[in-house]
């Protein structure tokens, strides 16, 4: 798969994928990253990329010439376009999973300042995603997580597929159930016997009832 970010801090993707899982991920030619410096293509030998609200207001805009410039360049790489805002679809395990299965390409806005141009969401993005309801100084943070979740899902990534299928929220509003490993008893505080007697049976039934749901 192969992953555009549309970013004003390159380095910080670059930074992200260089060590553990993503990075093996990247050595193995299992995913392509692609940071595009938003400033690159601002159109002014300052490199700014924002301006002040028509109408008045606090804070700053991405500005759409700077943004649509980016993705043209990208030409038949860019596929499929998301944008990182707080009024975007709620983040989910099955937002995941769609992705992964109808998309070899995607590009990702970071947002930032105040905001984009509303002209953005209307005319370049394919989907808003929100990753939560509070606001991060940068959606740099966003994107990332948005692509980590879905790289997870990519075969040879996590070496077997088998533990995805028993993760947290692969069956909505459900999470996986507690998990052990040794010493069997520290400070007094013990494994769940059942844990320990080698019987899958009672193994599978236990896990069953303690997985723990979400309250919607």
């Known amino acids: 798969m192969l992953f555009n970010f549309i970013t004003l801090f390159p380095e910080k993707i ?74 975007g679809k709620p983040f989910n395990q099955k937002m995941v999973g769609e992705i992964y299965e109808k998309y070899d390409k995607l590009t990702i806005i970071s947002g930032y300042y105040e905001g984009v141009d509303n002209r953005i969401t209307q005319h370049l993005v394919d989907t808003e995603i929100s990753i939560g309801n509070y606001v991060l100084s940068s ?5 990332l997580c948005i692509v980590d979740a879905v790289i997870r ?23 996986e159930y507690p998990q052990f490993t040794k010493p069997p008893e520290y400070n007094g505080w013990k494994v769940p016997e059942v844990l320990l007697g080698g019987n899958h049976a009672e193994i599978d039934k236990w896990r069953l009832a303690n997985r723990k749901k979400l309250e919607k």
Do not use: C, W
């Open 139 to 143: 959606g740099d943070l966003a994107s």
């Open 14 to 87: 670059n930074a992200y994928f260089k060590n553990g899982l993503p990075g093996k991920a990247i050595e193995n030619n299992l995913i392509r990253i692609n940071p595009v410096d938003l400033r690159e293509f601002s159109g002014n030998k300052h490199g700014r990329v924002d301006d002040t609200i028509y109408g008045g207001g606090p804070g700053m805009l991405l500005r759409i010439d700077p943004v649509h410039r980016a993705i043209l360049s990208l030409q038949e790489n860019a596929g499929h376009v998301i944008l990182t805002s707080p009024s």
């Open 153 to 175: 899902m990519v075969p040879g990534f996590m070496g077997t597929r088998d533990s995805l299928k028993e993760e947290s929220h692969v069956i909505e509003n459900v999470l």
